[in-house]
């Protein structure tokens, strides 16, 4: 299995900041990265795939870049709904896994 | 809007087996896709379980194959998970997903809790 690997665990930050969650895949993956946003109770959210694509709907303070083995989620002046855990998801081949998130919180 | 709704029961004996159905409305499971679960162990992160198509296409985490059954009947637009000689361990939210291939998963359901103990 392709592991994949998220840092930090745990994020702290505030209202207006701009973060990074990086995902890292053991083997190449090329472009097949997907994330997540879970709110707690909740089912994760589809925000990002194939490593940069925005999906519909998703704010645009979102973004996603990388290829091979590194990867990255940023968010731009951080607002109040996105405190909550960001997962990434490998899918460069068909046994699928998610990295251990990370707790973007307050 | 393509929606997603588990059901099953929320408690089940160790060594018997889990089962769950997961109904989808607003998208036909016979117009493609792959459909899909996943699980999270409390306070956990999740897991993927396995994926199935209506070509009879299924795909499995390799750690719960041997234990896993996953079926679709499209005549009913639903599908179903069966995991064998449930432990403690197997305590989770189950989640039903569609999948646009084996890859990543763009509607998601509720999801379930399921309770493994005596």
């Known amino acids: 299995d392709i592991q994949v690997t998220q840092s930090p665990s745990t994020l702290s930050a505030s209202v207006g900041d701009r973060v990074t969650l990086t995902c890292r895949t053991s083997e190449t993956v090329y472009n097949r990265v997907a994330w997540y946003q879970q709110r707690p109770g909740k089912a994760p959210k589809l925000l990002i795939d194939d490593a940069s694509r925005l999906q519909s709907g998703v704010p645009s303070r979102f973004s996603g870049r990388g290829y091979a083995t590194e990867f990255s989620l940023t968010i731009i002046s951080l607002q109040p709904d996105d405190f909550a855990t960001y997962y990434c998801?490998?899918?460069?081949?068909?046994?699928?896994?998610f990295g251990g998130g990370t707790k973007v919180e307050i | 809007q393509v929606q997603l709704q588990e059901s099953g029961p929320g408690l089940v004996k160790p060594s018997e087996t889990l089962s769950l159905t997961c109904s989808v409305s607003g998208y036909s499971i016979s117009s493609g896709n792959y459909w899909c679960w996943i699980r999270q162990a409390p306070g956990k992160g999740l897991e993927w379980i396995g994926c199935?198509?209506?070509?009879?296409?299924?795909y499995y985490n390799p750690s719960l194959q041997s234990r896993v059954t996953l079926s679709i009947d499209p005549s009913d637009n639903q599908f179903s998970l069966g995991l064998t000689s449930v432990t403690a361990a197997d305590t989770a939210v189950f989640f039903c997903?569609?999948?646009?291939?084996?890859?990543?998963?763009?509607?998601w359901g509720q999801g379930i809790l399921v309770t493994v103990s005596s």
């Open positions: 998801q490998q899918y460069g081949t068909y046994s699928l896994t």
């Open positions: 997903a569609r999948g646009g291939s084996v890859s990543r998963f763009d509607f």
């Open positions: 199935t198509h209506q070509n009879g296409n299924i």
